[in-house]
């Protein structure tokens, strides 16, 4: 007896959607059934997109949004086109009242209700109208600096305060990132950045201070406060996409923290930048709990930005299409975990 | 508005049962209402057994299972009391069939499907029946080489394979753990204790092994194989409740592997012994996954057994409240998490 495969819509090709694209040829028990692109690109063949040979599979096409996201034409849509809740909301709805699950590669829509409450309700409305689930997911927000945070205060009789430092390389990635990171510009065009709020920087810690308190039953006193500094670098550096001189800015520091009675009870320290190891930075994720007991969580190098955002917004399909209807986060969910079999066995009946 | 506390019965008040005690009568929302214990304890006030100040609480009388296990006289039972499945069923299926759910601190109880699958059926069904659930946790198996592993695979497109190690202190355990692990004895009482099957050391392997490789859909090829070696001081050492000399055994090194494919694909190293930092060795929990990326966890020193447990089976409490009916485990439900706040706050409608 044949069991149908998974079905998979991926909306958005770029980076991250390719690369989901890529994973999801192959594993097995699953199907990308369509793409959803814009201008010149719609009618070519996703295998050319990606440069993947196509085999004995059928081709696929991409296509509008009206021609692919029809009701119930997938099981689930991997959504890769936003940072921001607010911009990926028609797209969500769109999809959700065609009856299809989402997962979200938009940072903010990792804990959406931490900055759009109100998106979030009616998100969830017709999520649950139309029997279907949204989650927002990635390696951070999504994993390294929160849920992974929350999973180890699990240890934990009581917690008194919260470090997640996230050291990180951004050399992998691709022009955008530099742009918005500021890579190469000088510190007083950093500044100007950061005072007209045209640098963007990591997106999240709003989102993952919310989840880590919600989770833990924080009542948060106050605003989730947030810094962008520059990173100097003292010397020449250059990856692919990116290129600082001495002086020049070679990457984004950026701090957030969380308040509990006034207290700073939750810090979180992200500075990310091109070519670290040339001034002697050594790569990382860090967990410092302070509490009964103590936990002081290392990973090294950090797990790599681009690969693991892939990863978990694909690991995590079988958990959206088994969930129960409505706004997901990763607090509500099991575990993600690798898929080294066959996704239709993780479907539930 | 007053919302009634969850109510708790404790199940065997020895060091973790009082230990869950204790931190529950630090939370909010909760309350132990009930003690099972044997012998000269019933009748005992929890508070004296405890050694805690009783203040203005209504005392709390250790009973045996049928003055306190009655139908519906508590949201769940921490039953404290077994390391094994087969010990333990009689007990839970007491509990369950009084529409009580179950938190079990039994390492088989992590994952009984491993070496009890006839029991686990059983336990399902009556959970099933009863409308209630029943869950097996703790720190090692519950998350250290298990559930902290497979969640961190869900950063990953490919796993190729997996080493946990818990490279931990005995010193804080009592006669009990000294006894099951060989603490004191020497190399040829040891190595007699292996063959004849009479040291325990570390119980859990199998089941820390089948939760990773079900989790991410590896199938098993042939049994999971595990040894288990003494590790000899060169010197004297002394902790509380453990002694060795010189030439003695200070602790039992058990090592744990599985196979795909006739591969060895999942290896578990958990050496155990008193005053480790004699001899220059230094604690910690390490996950090292070969895969795509790689990643390289470790925390330092190792999350301590005996918080750890306690603070797990206490904080999976509203999750096995909210759960579906049935046996689950840590793969099933969300990620354990730090109760901070008011416990009722936890509990769905």
Chains 1, 2 share one sequence.
Not at 160 to 175: C, E, K, M, Y
């Amino acid at each position: 007896m044949s069991r149908e495969n998974v079905k998979v819509i991926i909306w958005g090709l770029g980076a991250m959607g390719g690369g989901m694209a890529k994973m999801l040829l192959k594993k097995k028990g699953v199907e990308i059934v369509g793409v959803v692109g814009r201008g010149k690109k719609i009618g070519m063949s996703m295998f050319d997109l990606l440069g993947v040979e196509r085999g004995d599979r059928e081709d696929v096409l991409m296509g509008s949004m009206e021609d692919v996201i029809t009701e119930k034409a997938a099981d689930v849509v991997l959504l890769c086109t936003d940072s921001f809740t607010k911009n990926s909301f028609e797209k969500i709805q769109y999809c959700l009242e065609r009856k299809i699950n989402v997962v979200s590669s938009a940072e903010e829509m990792a804990y959406p209700m931490a900055q759009e409450p109100e998106l979030t309700k009616e998100m969830d409305r017709i999520a649950k109208e139309n029997g279907v689930t949204v989650l927002g997911t990635g390696i951070n927000p999504g994993l390294i600096m929160d849920l992974l945070v929350v999973t180890l205060t699990g240890a934990c009789e009581e917690v008194d305060s919260i470090t997640a430092r996230r050291v990180n390389s951004l050399s992998p990635f691709g022009p955008a990132v530099m742009e918005e990171q500021g890579i190469g510009i000088t510190v007083d065009e950093f500044n100007k950045g950061v005072e007209e709020g045209t640098l963007a920087g990591h997106v999240g810690f709003p989102e993952s201070v919310r989840m880590i308190s919600d989770a833990i039953g924080w009542e948060l006193s106050g605003d989730i406060k947030q810094s962008m500094e520059p990173i100097v670098s003292n010397v020449y550096r250059k990856s692919p996409y990116g290129e600082a001189k001495a002086g020049n800015v070679a990457g984004c520091a950026m701090k957030g923290f969380g308040y509990v009675d006034g207290e700073m009870k939750i810090e979180m320290d992200h500075p990310q930048q091109i070519e670290p190891e040339l001034e002697g930075t050594n790569t990382g994720d860090y967990i410092i709990i302070k509490g009964t007991p103590d936990i002081n969580m290392s990973i090294t190098p950090e797990v790599p930005g681009g690969i693991g955002t892939i990863a978990m917004c694909v690991n995590m399909i079988p958990h959206v299409i088994n969930s129960r209807p409505g706004v997901k986060t990763m607090l509500d969910l099991p575990v993600p975990r690798a898929i080294m079999g066959d996704m239709r066995d993780l479907i539930e009946g």
